[in-house]
Each structure stands twice: as C-alpha cells, then as structure tokens.
C-alpha cells in the first residue's frame, strides 16, 4: 500500500528503500511550478535522524508494521514490561525503544505497541493522558491567567509547562501528540 504525500502528518510511520521512517517534523512549502514536502525523518530501527524533501503527490510505501494495543506493567532497570490485551501475552522491550515515550508512561497504562517484522519498534501514548504534578513553583489562590506559564515536573519524570495557577499534586491532562497542558483535572 502507498501513501501519498496529501497525507503526511507528524507521527505517521513510511517506509523508503525498504526502512521504516517515522515523520517527526514536516513543513508544505509552495514553489513557482510545484508545492513540496520538506519533512525530518526519525529510522524507526537505528533512531538516526534524516532530511528529506518529496514533491507534492509523491507516493511513498506504508510500512509492514502491526500494532497492538497493549498494558505497561512495570521496569525493571532499562526493560520496560507489556502486556497484551487479548492475548495476556507478556512481552519486554528495552528503553532505547520507548525514548521518547518514557517521562509520560505510568504503570497500568493503555499504550499502542508498534511491531516491525515480529520485533517492538516503538510506543504510542493515548492523545491525552492525566498525570499528577509532582513539583512546580507554588499557585496563587486568583491567578488564573492562562498566558503566563511556569515548567511542572510529573510524577512520571517528566516535564511540561502549566499556567501559574497550578500547584503541586494537581492532576493535570496533556496533549501528547504536542506536549502541552490542556486542563486542570478535577478531584
């Protein structure tokens, strides 16, 4: 199956000469005769970072991935440790893989497990997750503005920019797809 270029979009999974990419930046730009794609490429197998430019309504191969939906239990030093919904199967997979995912996963948490040729190639969160603030600067009781923001460490170890009013041990939800505070959660 092949993808045309109309469809491009951060996180979606191509594949060139036979290598899995992952689209992790993209930018359309219009030119005299013909609009082009420049996009940032992540190899899904080596993790190095490539550049590539595709003409408007150039295709390109979807690649052979399977993906299942799949329940993080626990780690255990730089193995992280899965379980397959259906099959109760569990599985491990090394830290190298998850990268990315690994300041925003927390035990128990529904993810979608990517598989190239049989083998764990990465992770996906859900779109929004809620997680607790585990140190921030203090709020202030009146503060609502919602265009000033100060960094919040989680509970998970990772990071993400709150407005002022939040404090620590408020569970807040997050845009995974953009890293972003979305809202306070309420108790």
Do not use: C, H, M
């Given at each position: 199956m092949q993808i045309s270029t109309s469809d491009f979009r951060k996180g979606l999974r191509i594949e060139i000469d036979g290598t899995p990419y992952k689209i992790v930046d993209m930018v359309h730009i219009q030119q005299k005769r013909r609009a082009v794609i420049k996009t940032k490429l992540k190899n899904i197998l080596s993790g190095s970072i490539a550049e590539r430019t595709f003409l408007s309504g150039e295709k390109v191969d979807k690649p052979d991935l399977e993906e299942k939906e799949m329940e993080f239990l626990y780690r255990d030093g730089d193995t992280y440790y899965f379980m397959d919904k259906e099959t109760f199967e569990q599985i491990s997979i090394d830290s190298k893989v998850l990268e990315d995912v690994i300041p925003f996963m927390k035990e128990n948490e529904q993810m979608t497990v990517q598989f190239y040729n049989g083998s764990p190639i990465s992770a996906d969160l859900p779109q929004f997750i809620e997680l607790e603030i585990a140190e921030t600067d203090p709020g202030f009781k009146?503060?609502?503005?919602?265009?000033?923001?100060?960094?919040?460490?989680?509970?998970?170890?990772?990071?993400?920019m709150v407005p002022l009013f939040i404090s620590t041990g408020d569970?807040?939800?997050?845009?995974?797809?953009?890293?972003?505070?979305?809202?306070?959660v309420k108790k």
């Open positions: 009146g503060d609502t503005v919602t265009t000033s923001f100060k960094p919040a460490k989680l509970v998970t170890g990772g990071q993400v569970v807040i939800k997050i845009n995974v797809d953009e890293l972003r505070y979305v809202e306070r």
